[in-house]
């Protein structure tokens, strides 16, 4: 049986994010913004999703790929009437001193041989798939028009098409472009066509201002262009994905909603774009999260809207009948109630480059002593406190290794950014901090079996404790590192490299797939510690876990390989860069090492 693939590519342009599956449909598009309601949704529900397709006469074999370093997608359909190709991409560029990404979508449709006959379907909907947009006839567009949501389509296919069932012969290039709120007013084909030249020109040169190694590179490039694409510009705020609801596992209840920014998974994704000499996405995620510090008097949530807003509120949406059957479709989501304690130190650890690095100016480090101190007091207070650790249990609190490793290395970031800054008092308690994190940390430690647990008193262990070596509280040359390390391969690890977050049983029973970041995490940790060819093969290993275009989700089935969770998923794209920049440092990338993939 073949294995389950989400057969669908992203494209986007940092303020919106669409999914174009393999039959050339419109399957996940949010408008106006990324936690928006869907207009197209048949990701979660084939009837009440809408569709926005391109499909032939008949039976055919469909093809997808990326121009090369952008994001920009080709989908190409073949039957026996013929061959066409289809462009699909939004906007982006540079235009009066600042980036152009409107809310539009264009699709170009081009015949490659024969006489294809098309059926071209366009039908929006709004609110969550209740209603279906209404449709109205104008010269050379459609008007879609409900609830909330104004939008048009501007095409040079005959507006009848729309209205009407049958199939159109293409012969000429065809132009769809699908607008949000303001329509297009200009030169259908000349506007397109100047779109995808210089959003074409925007991807390659972005892509050539990033210092990549020669080591896996299509892997690497792709991965980036994804992060990118999960970045919402006007805030500056990093979502974990574009979806919601898609399960862990079949049948498991496990669908979220990751259209939200979690601190965390920002600290990781700003890491590894540092790693590839992106400096840009940072400082304006560092806009966001100034403003989360001026309006948050209280704790720090472990995740905000795009826009900064605190209350996300978790409902099910019964009325969809969720991804191959999977219920509940949820939106909003509940961990924003959560206590994670490791957040204050991943803020700090993210601004770190800022102080750090001397290609910032001292004007990019405003208020520094205020927000310093501001956040090393919320360490303070929350050091000895349980929390629903990165895992967000609902139902258990523990003291977690994991969050007391991040205050640790927060506290160390902290201390950094107070000797730069002259703040030696701040820099004193830094230090404190440091010694404090360190003792629950080691509370963690089983000496029988030379491994740290998930938390203070407990026997199972965790994944994420791996990021003691990555993160150096572990000396990664020392025996206890490596001991560490064997202690988690034996529990954990499952075939071929994938790696289970932990096996205990929490709110949801016992897990059944493998978290894929856990498993680059672990290719991470075998190069820190000197297995470098453990690492090389493992990474191998792991790579055609992705889909067709090289693009992973969160979870995957180590007994069928199948992809499962939200996708793409930022982490698990951060994991791969991370894991390959380690590996890449540790063997120079001599010649024989260097594969296409």
Wanted: charged share 25%; net charge negative; aromatic share 12%.
């Amino acid at each position: 049986m073949e294995r389950h693939t989400y057969q669908s590519g992203i494209i986007g342009n940092c303020a919106f994010i669409a999914h174009v599956q393999s039959d050339t449909n419109i399957s996940w598009l949010c408008w106006p913004a990324f936690d928006s309601s869907f207009v197209f949704g048949s990701k979660l529900d084939k009837e009440k999703g809408g569709e926005f397709s391109i499909l032939p006469d008949g039976e055919y074999t469909s093809e997808q790929r990326y121009i090369p370093n952008t994001n920009i997608l080709e989908t190409i359909i073949s039957n026996n009437d013929g061959v066409y190709k289809v462009t699909d991409f939004a906007p982006r560029f540079s235009q009066y001193e600042r980036y152009f990404k409107p809310l539009m979508l264009i699709r170009k449709v081009e015949r490659i041989s024969g006489e294809p006959r098309l059926r071209m379907r366009c039908y929006p909907v709004t609110d969550y798939g209740r209603s279906t947009q209404n449709r109205h006839r104008g010269s050379n567009h459609v008007e879609f028009s409900g609830g909330t949501d104004n939008m048009r389509l501007t095409t040079n296919v005959p507006i009848s098409h729309f209205f009407e069932e049958g199939t159109y012969v293409l012969h000429d290039t065809k132009y769809l472009i699908l607008t949000y709120g303001e329509p297009l007013e200009a030169a259908l084909e000349e506007t397109a066509e100047r779109f995808l030249r210089q959003t074409m020109n925007y991807w390659r040169t972005w892509i050539k201002h990033t210092s990549i190694p020669p080591f896996y590179q299509e892997a690497v490039i792709r991965s980036a262009l994804a992060l990118k694409l999960h970045q919402y510009e006007d805030t500056g705020a990093f979502i974990a994905a574009s979806t919601s609801s898609l399960p862990e596992h079949p049948g498991s209840g496990r669908n979220w909603d990751y259209r939200y920014c979690w601190i965390r998974d920002s600290y990781y994704v700003l890491a590894s774009l540092l790693r590839i000499g992106q400096f840009e996405e940072m400082e304006h995620y560092s806009e966001f999260i100034a403003n989360i510090s001026a309006n948050e008097k209280g704790r720090y949530q472990p995740l905000y809207s795009i826009t900064g807003k605190r209350t996300l509120i978790e409902e099910e949406l019964n009325h969809l009948s969720g991804y191959q059957g999977n219920q509940p479709v949820r939106i909003g989501n509940q961990a924003y109630e959560h206590i994670q304690n490791d957040v204050y130190g991943q803020v700090l650890l993210s601004i770190l480059p800022l102080y750090t690095d001397d290609r910032f100016v001292a004007e990019e480090q405003s208020q520094s002593s205020k927000w310093l101190e501001a956040i090393l007091e919320k360490i303070e207070q929350t050091i000895d406190e349980k929390d629903a650790g990165i895992w967000e249990f609902r139902n258990f609190a523990n003291y977690h290794c994991y969050t007391n490793l991040f205050q640790w290395a927060g506290s160390k970031a902290a201390m950094r950014i107070a000797k730069k800054i002259g703040e030696k008092e701040l820099e004193e308690r830094a230090k404190k901090l440091i010694d404090r994190a360190a003792r629950h940390i080691e509370d963690c430690y089983d000496p029988e079996r030379g491994v740290y647990a998930h938390a203070v008193g407990s026997a199972h262990l965790d994944a994420s404790t791996l990021q003691l070596i990555i993160m150096n509280y572990l000396d990664p040359a020392s025996e206890k590192a490596k001991r560490h390390l064997e202690e988690l391969e034996k529990e954990l690890r499952a075939e071929k490299g994938l790696f289970y977050r932990y096996l205990h049983a929490d709110d949801f029973g016992k897990p059944k797939s493998t978290f894929l970041i856990c498993a680059f995490w672990y290719v991470e940790a075998l190069a820190c510690v000197g297995r470098t060819q453990d690492a090389i093969d493992t990474l191998e290993n792991l790579l055609p876990y992705a889909n067709h275009l090289l693009l992973f989700s969160e979870d995957i089935d180590e007994n069928n390989g199948a992809q499962w969770g939200n996708f793409p998923q930022a982490y698990s794209h951060v994991g791969l860069i991370n894991a390959v920049y380690r590996i890449a440092a540790k063997v120079g990338t001599p010649r024989f090492l260097i594969k296409d993939y």
